[in-house]
């Protein structure tokens, strides 16, 4: 057995945040997500989850912390510290095309028969997708195991779209996902729709937010089957520092100004007012 390595193949790793250090263990081969869900199981009620945060890994050659490695993954005994940055991730909330990407989450055919307003999201994420290739916005798309569940319905265009990818974990932070977003070095805004929003919508933008992105949920292109599922998650994701919003505040945001060249386009988009997808009767 390697030094380091306990019988049930975990690994000891000392986890610091302020000015507490904790004892603790790992999965061998834990990467960046499971750290951050143990640094969070130990010290949630400590962190401020509305900041920007990285994790430093002790390096005995430098005899310092250094910022985790790319790809870092556990093998060995090892301190690792939580640290929060300086920047409150709830003054920022501007949307800027330069800097934002759009995901758009498991809109598929298999769906629309149980979820709920389902034609509703369709019609803003429809929206949402011409916006994005008015405004020279990315696009990246999940499929949740479209072999079973269909591919993307046919009314959301996703001509452009830079990425199309199929999954079968919840959220759509994947290899994939992130490989595309690495590829888009300036991006630090996500706009977040499509479905569940109890399930793969609050996972996906809870890992976006652990991972120092702002994240904007769109409320009207998003659902589920149930309304209490879809109404709770949207108060708890608004509560961890995600933004919920609106798809006309979004496309309106993202030109700022009257005089942008593209505002008319935008504002052919949004001259009919998008349907309120039972978001004001909550039934």
Same mark, same amino acid.
């Given at each position: ?127 949402? %997708? ?5 405004? *020279? #916005?990315? +696009?990246?798309? @999940? /499929?949740?195991?479209?072999?079973? =569940? ?83 998650? %949207? ?5 961890? *520092? #995600?933004? +919920?919003?609106? @798809? /006309?505040?979004?496309?309106?945001? =993202? ?29």
């Amino acid at each position: 057995m390697a030094e380091g390595h306990s019988n049930n193949n975990h690994v000891p790793v000392l986890l610091s945040f302020s000015a507490f250090s904790r004892p603790s263990s790992v999965p061998v081969g834990s990467g960046h997500e499971v750290l951050i869900q143990k640094f969070l199981s130990i010290y949630g009620r400590q962190i401020d989850l509305h900041r920007k945060f990285m994790i430093q890994l002790y390096s005995d050659e430098w005899a310092q912390y250094i910022d985790l490695p790319k790809g870092f993954i556990i093998s060995e005994k090892c301190k690792l510290r939580f640290v929060p940055l300086e920047t409150d991730v709830t003054i920022l909330g501007n949307l800027i095309p330069a800097t934002t990407v759009f995901f758009c989450c498991d809109m598929q055919e298999r769906f629309r028969p149980a979820i709920k307003y389902f034609g509703d999201i369709i019609s803003v994420g429809q929206r949402l %997708l011409q916006g994005a290739r008015i405004l *020279g #916005i990315p +696009v990246i798309v @999940s /499929e949740q195991y479209p072999k079973g =569940l269909g591919s993307t319905v046919q009314e959301m265009d996703l001509t452009g779209a830079r990425l199309v990818f199929p999954k079968t974990k919840f959220s759509m932070v994947l290899p994939e996902a992130e490989a595309a977003l690495a590829d888009l070095p300036g991006v630090r805004s996500v706009v977040l729709f499509g479905v569940e929003t109890h399930v793969c919508i609050q996972q996906t933008a809870l890992d976006l937010l652990a991972r120092g992105f702002e994240v904007h949920m769109v409320a009207d292109s998003t659902s589920s089957r149930s309304m209490m599922d879809r109404m709770f998650a %949207l108060e708890r994701m608004a509560r961890t *520092g #995600i933004i +919920v919003t609106t @798809s /006309e505040s979004v496309l309106l945001q =993202l030109v700022g100004d009257k005089e942008h060249p593209k505002f008319k386009e935008i504002q052919n988009i949004i001259k009919a007012s998008a349907p309120e997808s039972g978001l004001l009767s909550k039934v």
